[in-house]
Every structure is written in structure tokens, then in C-alpha cells.
């Protein structure tokens, strides 16, 4: 079986990336990280693949806040094409992604998020479901598209909002659920890819 070949791209501290190359290591996960990229020159996660002994860079995203200018974008490509990966993970990346890479992975894009989407994309979404006083949010991996935190859903996972939960403790326990399901669902796609080839 040829393991699917995985580019991680994040922005900050990489817990997520953390659990997906454990779970690699351990075995429960059959792909192979081929590269770990950042738009950030000093995030934990670039240190987490060193860690690991994964190619690993930063790509200067250019001069917008929340996306990457275009020739950026195509560098980003260029990166991912080289270091031959099948399917991006984006762990904690921070910028929406633009046509180009879209139309270079079609559907061979995935992100996790910190609640049941639909519901409370954008930053902080754990915070958002705290202060819209719901009772039960959790985290989700979809397909990543042009909109932030939006496109086909493939899991989610619930997480009880306890009555003294603070911003941080509920963070903290969603990522608990992310570290879990994150892996999971790399693998079943695994699976479904060897089946189709
Ligand atoms: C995670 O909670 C992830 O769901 C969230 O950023 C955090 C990254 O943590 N992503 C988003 O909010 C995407 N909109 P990590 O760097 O420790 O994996």
C-alpha cells in the first residue's frame, strides 16, 4: 500500500500537527508528513517537524493579513508539489486559501475547527460559543473552499460546555477532541484513497 503523503501547514503552536505525527509514529496513522510549512518564521510548529525529522520551511506570505498574495500562493504550490504531497492538513493555519492552491488540491484540502460548524467560524470560536451561552460545542474537519471555515464537513466531534468553563479550559478540551479526531479522519481517508486506486 503507497501511504498517502501529507503537507501540514500551520501557524502557531502545532499541537494538532504534534498528534498527527505521533500518530504516525505509533503506527495508527498509515501516511507519511512530507513537509510542514508556516507563514509564520518563529511558530512552535515548524519546531514540533524539526522534532520529528520532517522537511520542514517558512514561506513569507507576503504583504495581507488574512490571505496570501497571490505569487505567495503559487510558491506555496510549488512547495507542496515538490515535497510531492497528496493531501494538505491545514492545522491551525491562519489565512484563507485562494484559488490557485484550491484548484492545484481540488477536494485534497482539510482543515480542523474549533466548533460544530456551521456554527462560530472565524478566530477565537470557542470563546464565541461561551459567550453565545450554548451548552455543547466541539470541533469539525471539512474540506477546505474560498470561504473561512467553510466547505463540505467530513467529522465532528462534541465537547460538553461545563457551567464554570473559562475561555481557556474549554479551548483546552476541545483540543483534546481535535488531537483525537484529527488522525482519524486522516486515516479513513487514507483508507477510502487505497480503495479507489
Ligand atoms: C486549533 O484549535 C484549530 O482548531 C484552530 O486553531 C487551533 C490551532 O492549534 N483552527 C482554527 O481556528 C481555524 N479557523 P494548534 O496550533 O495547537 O494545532
Known amino acids: 500500500m503507497k501511504r498517502l503523503g501529507l503537507g501540514i501547514l500551520g501557524s502557531g503552536k502545532g499541537s494538532n500537527c504534534r498528534a498527527i505525527l505521533e ?92 466548533s460544530l460548524l456551521p456554527k462560530f467560524p472565524g478566530l477565537e470560536a470557542w470563546k464565541q460559543a461561551l459567550d453565545a451561552g450554548e451548552t455543547v460545542t466541539g470541533c469539525t474537519v471539512h474540506y477546505v473552499d474560498e470561504k473561512i471555515d467553510h466547505g463540505d ?20 478540551r476541545i483540543q483534546i477532541a481535535e488531537h483525537e479526531l484529527y488522525p482519524a479522519v486522516i486515516e479513513k481517508l487514507c483508507r477510502e484513497n487505497d480503495r479507489v486506486r
Open 23 to 114: 500518530s504516525i509514529r505509533t503506527g495508527t496513522l498509515s501516511a507519511e508528513a512530507r513537509v510542514v510549512l508556516s507563514d509564520v518564521l518563529d511558530a512552535p510548529i515548524l519546531e514540533i517537524a524539526r522534532e520529528f525529522a520532517i522537511p520542514n520551511a517558512y514561506f513569507p506570505p507576503g504583504q495581507f493579513r488574512t490571505r496570501l498574495e497571490p505569487n505567495a500562493e503559487a510558491e506555496l504550490v510549488q512547495m507542496l508539489r515538490d515535497a510531492e504531497v497528496d493531501l494538505v492538513v491545514l492545522a491551525g493555519f491562519m489565512r484563507v486559501l485562494k484559488s490557485p492552491i484550491l484548484e492545484a488540491f481540488p477536494r485534497r484540502i482539510i482543515n480542523i475547527h474549533p
Open 153 to 172: 464537513l467530513i467529522a465532528q466531534r462534541e465537547v460538553p460546555i461545563l457551567p464554570n468553563d473559562s475561555a481557556e479550559s474549554l479551548h483546552a
